[in-house]
């Protein structure tokens, strides 16, 4: 029987570290982790590490085995951060993913569009089906619908503004200070356009790597 589910470690289940280690580690890790699902999106952003797929019901239990020896952490600990939803729980899941509702700050306008990417990244590996192609397509509208007919986006919150709200609270006029943004990720880099805005002194962007930042 054809079943649609996710594996869902977030911030809630798992500390950064651990999200971290559970994290693709290379362009194969998630073909071989998933390569007994007949379609699937991975997806990892700075609060969650998901993997929603189609196939037989026992391929969640299969990926979590292959998960704990790729991870090198015990499958009983790997079974204690990872939640499994399936059907019409992992469809509402996608929803209320897509749509904010289970992110970290709820109205967050960023995980929308790192929903998108990671659906898009499938359709170019060729890992997407008829059932999550409808799936994921479906929550996007239901997002956009969430978002137009609700106060959920009505202040255009995200993690990095929240931030620059903190600062302000715990050291005053940012303006007389210099900021230090560390990682220039998705989020670093939006947390370093957030800051700018408050026109700081100095704002220092630390990297791990010598990319140049435009």
């Known amino acids: 029987m054809t079943t649609l589910w996710v594996l869902s470690v977030d911030f809630r289940n798992a500390p950064l570290d651990l999200r971290a280690q559970l994290a693709d580690k290379n362009s194969q890790f ?6 007994d699902a007949v379609e699937r999106v991975y997806v990892n952003t700075c609060n969650r590490v998901e993997i929603y797929g189609v196939g037989d019901a026992t391929t969640p239990e299969k990926i979590l085995e292959r998960w704990s020896k790729r991870s090198d952490l015990p499958l009983s600990q790997l079974q204690g951060c ?52 409808r ?20 202040f255009q919150v995200s993690i990095p503004s929240i931030g620059v709200r903190l600062a302000e609270k715990v050291v005053g006029d940012l303006a007389t200070r210099r900021i230090g943004v ?12 957030h800051f700018a805005s408050v026109n700081p002194l100095e ?4 990297n791990r790597t010598p990319e140049v930042v435009d």
């Open 203 to 206: 704002l220092v962007l630390y």
């Open 82 to 133: 990872v939640r499994v939803h399936e059907n019409e729980m992992a469809l509402a899941h996608l929803f209320r993913v897509t749509a904010s509702m289970e992110s970290m700050v709820i109205g967050e306008t960023q995980i929308t569009s790192q929903m998108k990417r990671a659906y898009e990244a499938s359709v170019q590996a060729g890992t997407l089906g008829p059932i999550l192609h």
């Open 135 to 154: 799936s994921f397509q479906r929550s996007f509208k239901v997002a956009k619908s969430i978002r137009s007919n609700t106060d959920i986006g009505r």
């Open 182 to 193: 560390a990682g220039l990720g998705e989020i670093g880099r939006v947390a370093a356009e």
């Open 30 to 35: 998630t073909e071989e982790l998933a390569a």
